[in-house]
């Protein structure tokens, strides 16, 4: 059996009754496990983590994105986070390090964006190792403009859609298609609301990620503010793109560092969706705190508690440990 993972984001994040029907189209009738979803009423998004093998992970990820087409309309959708599309971006991503893993995903991303841009008329691009050109494969490069963009992009030759017709749709603007490794989703909480300080603590991650000596290549990194209840602050939010080279230690250092040089504090983080137990391990081992025989419940606990990752919710590692999720499957 060859399962893949497939982590669909969605512009909704506030209408429960629009989120519960894009769970029930990724879950009926279909041998797709669940294995986590996380929304946000500020960012105005939805994440859904799932896995299945090729077939029926392709065709809950149609069954998703159709429902989302009907029931979003992006015309009067708002919110902090960078999006063009009611189904904003889904990747497909293997499990393992096998090569042919890798194929698998971008052949089922393929499979998607076909029946996506051919049966519900929405343009379709193809990032990550799916992409159809090398200036598509950041999925930042295809975002720039917002959803408030396409119009204009619609009548530019240089960014025509590999799927789907070349024209603006207003309702459910486009949708990003593609095959990637396993990411960390890594946010940073302030002890402040200034959005300012944010974006100033999150441009100096990416300067560093321009230098080519710096360990912080592989991070993403943006600053926003979060209103929601048991939030209320600013955070750094951030792609950990090869958490084996960049892992949320170093980059949890980095951050305090910087939000101490402008007189503010980190109060702790949260990794939104799911993450790799060995992202986990690596910080308890580097925080000095790892002891000799320690369990491994006690190395994660290491991890959990120098993280913060019980500030705005508690941190469950059945649910949020990837390696733990798919032992269930």
């Not at 789907?164 to 302030?190: E, K, Q």
């Not at 080519?212 to 793109?241: F, H, P, R």
């Amino acid at each position: 059996m060859t399962l893949i993972e497939c982590v669909a984001n969605f512009s909704e994040g506030r209408n429960k009754e629009t989120l519960s029907e894009i769970e029930k189209a990724l879950t009926s009738n279909l041998p797709v496990r669940l294995l986590g979803s996380e929304s946000g009423q500020s960012a105005n998004r939805s994440v859904f983590t799932f896995a299945a093998e090729p077939e029926p992970i392709v065709q809950a990820a149609y069954q998703a994105i159709s429902v989302a087409s009907e029931l979003i309309d992006m015309q009067g959708h708002k919110g902090e986070h960078p999006r063009i599309g009611a189904c904003d971006v889904c990747p497909f991503i293997p499990l393992d390090d096998k090569p042919e893993s890798m194929q698998i995903c971008k052949d089922a991303s393929l499979k998607l964006a076909k029946l996506v841009g051919e049966n519900l008329k929405i343009p379709v691009f193809l990032y990550g190792e799916s992409a159809s050109h090398i200036d598509r494969r950041e999925l930042a490069a295809l975002r720039k403009g917002g959803y408030e963009g396409l119009a204009a992009k619609a009548k530019d030759k240089d960014y025509l859609p590999d799927f789907g017709p070349a024209v603006f749709n207003a309702r459910s603007g486009a949708t990003v298609i593609g095959a990637r490794p396993i990411l960390v989703a890594y946010n940073i909480s302030l002890n402040t609301n200034s959005r300012q300080i944010a974006q100033h603590i999150a441009k100096q991650l990416r300067v560093a990620r321009r230098s080519n000596e710096n360990e912080l290549k592989t991070v993403k990194a943006m600053g926003w503010v979060i209103e929601d209840q048991n939030y209320n602050c600013a955070q750094i939010s951030m792609n950990l793109m090869d958490y084996k080279t960049t892992g949320m230690f170093e980059v949890f250092q980095k951050v305090k560092l910087e939000a101490e040089s402008v007189g503010v504090e980190v109060t702790g983080s949260e990794i939104v969706g799911l993450v790799p137990l060995l992202a986990l391990l690596d910080v308890a081992q580097k925080t000095g705190r790892a002891f000799q025989d320690a369990s491994l419940s006690e190395l994660v606990a290491i991890a959990i508690d120098y993280l913060g990752l019980n500030l705005h919710y508690s941190f469950e590692p059945e649910a949020k440990i990837l390696d733990f999720a798919l032992n269930k499957l």
